[in-house]
């Protein structure tokens, strides 16, 4: 992965982030591409959206141990601002690069769950007119794995324009999880 140049991001990019998480794990939560602190940690969601994230896996009772993280995207995008790096979207080219990395992943791991954290993510593995707002909140039947579930992901509930929107994203949010939680138990 870290000799990877199948698209440009690598040139400016600190290192790939790879997934991470048990050989055994049960869920796979894919998210979009590293931030800054993941940019620099090596590791996936160690920054704001990973605190939200392991908040919503407490409220669904999963285990981190039992979860394995990565994204769509290995390599963090960004624009320089003086100091700061400001987070980009990767564009179609990089997402269709890195799909191989993410197929593997999941061949590698045949996760009975696969919760798709956002469009990028969702959009990557289940075509370009997946809408994850009209598919939150049930469970999907994908090729993916026995059970596939969408949400947002969690940096656009973070920046959600004010409070009260933040609180109900995030609510919706954890309630997503909650759903997740219920199948894993069956499991
Ligand atoms: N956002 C993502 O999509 N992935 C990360 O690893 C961190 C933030």
Redesign the pocket.
Known sequence: MQTCHGCTLYKHATQA?FGEGSAHAKIVLI?????DQ?DLAGK??V?P??QLLDEALGAGAIPRTEVYVT?AVKHFKFTQRGKRRIHDKPDRYEIAACKPWLESELELLDPAIVVL?GATAAQSLLGSAFRVTKERGHVLDTPLAKWTFATV?P?SVLRAPDDEMRRIAREEFIADFELVGDYFKKL
């Open positions: 982030v998210g979009e591409v590293p931030g993941e996936p969601f920054g959206s990973g994204n954290l992901h940096a």
